[in-house]
């Protein structure tokens, strides 16, 4: 059976032009960046290049590139290495649906002295800004607002907010791990001070993220030891996956236009094939404004869970909207905050293509799903008769 795999915003194929580039610094080129001889250096200078990759992305400078681990050690950093620095202010602005690495970096602040203020949502998922920004004040010590959601797909406006926030003194941070190498990020103009980026979510390997910091930005590193990064982030570097996300920067950069027409293309045939097959579907979340490659889709009645298993006997990967809490299974917090009906909340499955995504793949997805619902609500409680 060969795999249909539509759940890129869960995590992305490495590009084999990706493979190739990092693979010669495992077993080869293996020394460390931060040695004084010539095989060490070699490698240093590697590193180099995929800074300048990155900021070349991202319209920054490569001195401003901070590598980490993670999209959560991004989030976490910035969160914490802000809070640090900024002294006596103790309020925290977010939203209600940050992925967790945020949410939970705040919520657990706010057991240590902190006032966090999440900011909600509308039905269609986009951000109530005219709330965050009465919300801003002489306490606010930092506002984090993710660029877009890894559920819905929905931009948020983060470039005015940054610079209404910027306004009032406060320091801004994006999360940028579902945006950045799908839709362009220019930070040459930009007023975000820290932006958060995933390897995996943009076709390089797990294990390697990126905080920006813009120069001047006072942040108290979260990682102490070494010098790496600046001071930045001690530890020495995964060179592989450093690498490897340099190269795949410069392949995202090269795919931008692609990301938004072909894979945009696709996901709207696929979204539109599904709406018109399966009765009581509906898109979740700012269909005008969402990321090129997500459709999050409602079947009305019946389990993400049971939906999700059927795909999967035919190599369809995808991801609901629930999560096993407890034992029992629990709308996601994002469409919870949107106000989605339980009904159609439990019921909700999220597509995710990418540049790999086919036609044909679409097409087979499309035409499992109405036998696959129809089935579903045979065996549904909530289906009136
Ligand atoms: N932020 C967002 C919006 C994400 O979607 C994810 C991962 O799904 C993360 C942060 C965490 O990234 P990582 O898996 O690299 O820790």
């Known amino acids: 059976m060969t795999t249909v795999y539509m759940d890129n915003n869960a995590t992305t194929k490495v590009a084999d032009?990706?493979?190739?580039?990092?693979?010669?610094?495992?077993?080869?080129?293996?020394?460390?960046?931060?040695?004084?001889?010539?095989?060490g250096g070699?490698?240093?200078?590697?590193?180099?290049?995929?800074?300048?990759?990155?900021?070349?992305?991202?319209?920054?400078?490569?001195?401003?590139?901070?590598?980490?681990?993670?999209?959560?050690?991004?989030?976490?950093?910035?969160?914490?290495?802000?809070?640090?620095?900024?002294?006596?202010r103790r309020k925290i602005i977010t939203s209600r649906v940050e992925?967790?690495?945020v949410l939970?970096?705040?919520?657990?602040?706010?057991?240590?002295?902190?006032?966090?203020?999440?900011?909600?949502?509308?039905?269609?998922?986009?951000?109530?800004?005219?709330?965050?920004?009465?919300?801003?004040?002489?306490?606010?010590?930092?506002?984090?607002?993710?660029?877009?959601?890894?559920?819905?797909?929905?931009?948020?406006?983060?470039?005015e907010i940054a610079r209404f926030v910027k306004s009032k003194g406060v320091v801004f941070h994006t999360d940028a791990v579902q945006s950045v190498g799908k839709i362009p990020v220019n930070l040459k103009d930009s007023a975000s001070d820290l932006l958060s980026i995933s390897g995996h979510k943009l076709h390089a390997p797990k294990g390697v993220g990126v905080l920006y910091v813009r120069k001047g930005t006072r942040l108290t590193p979260f990682m102490?030891?070494?010098?790496?990064?600046?001071?930045?982030?001690?530890?020495?570097?995964?060179?592989?996956?450093?690498?490897?996300?340099?190269?795949?920067?410069?392949?995202?950069?090269?795919?931008?236009?692609?990301?938004?027409?072909?894979?945009?293309?696709?996901?709207?045939?696929?979204?539109?094939?599904?709406?018109e097959t399966c009765p009581d579907s509906f898109v979740n979340g700012d269909v005008e404004n969402?990321?090129?490659?997500?459709?999050?889709?409602?079947?009305?009645?019946?389990?993400?869970?049971?939906?999700?298993?059927?795909?999967?006997?035919?190599?369809?990967?995808?991801?609901?909207?629930?999560?096993?809490?407890?034992?029992?299974?629990?709308?996601s917090h994002v469409l919870r905050a949107m106000g989605v009906p339980f009904t159609a909340a439990h019921g909700s499955i999220r597509y995710s293509l990418s540049r790999y995504t086919t036609e044909q793949e679409v097409d087979f997805a499309a035409e499992k799903m109405p036998a696959i619902v129809n089935r579903l609500r045979e065996l549904s409680p909530f289906v009136k008769t």
Request: proline share 4%; with cysteine.
């Open 17 to 39: 032009e990706v493979v190739e580039e990092m693979l010669p610094y495992f077993g080869q080129f293996y020394g460390n960046p931060s040695s004084m001889h010539t095989f």
């Open 42 to 88: 070699q490698v240093g200078k590697k590193i180099v290049e995929a800074r300048e990759r990155i900021a070349s992305l991202l319209g920054c400078s490569p001195d401003e590139i901070v590598f980490t681990s993670c999209g959560t050690e991004s989030d976490n950093t910035a969160i914490r290495g802000v809070l640090e620095s900024v002294g006596m």
């Open 99 to 101: 992925h967790p690495a």
């Open 104 to 159: 939970g970096m705040c919520r657990q602040l706010e057991g240590h002295g902190y006032m966090v203020v999440e900011i909600g949502v509308d039905k269609q998922g986009r951000l109530n800004v005219d709330e965050l920004k009465n919300c801003v004040d002489d306490d606010t010590a930092l506002v984090t607002i993710m660029h877009a959601n890894n559920e819905t797909g929905v931009i948020f406006p983060v470039e």
């Open 224 to 275: 102490v030891g070494g010098h790496q990064e600046s001071g930045k982030r001690a530890g020495t570097e995964n060179v592989p996956g450093i690498i490897a996300l340099g190269k795949a920067c410069e392949l995202a950069e090269q795919n931008i236009v692609h990301e938004n027409t072909v894979v945009k293309g696709l996901r709207d045939r696929l979204e539109k094939k599904i709406l």
């Open 290 to 331: 969402r990321l090129p490659n997500t459709s999050n889709i409602s079947f009305e009645y019946i389990e993400g869970e049971s939906i999700l298993m059927m795909l999967d006997r035919y190599g369809i990967c995808a991801s609901s909207g629930s999560a096993c809490t407890s034992g029992s299974l629990e709308p």
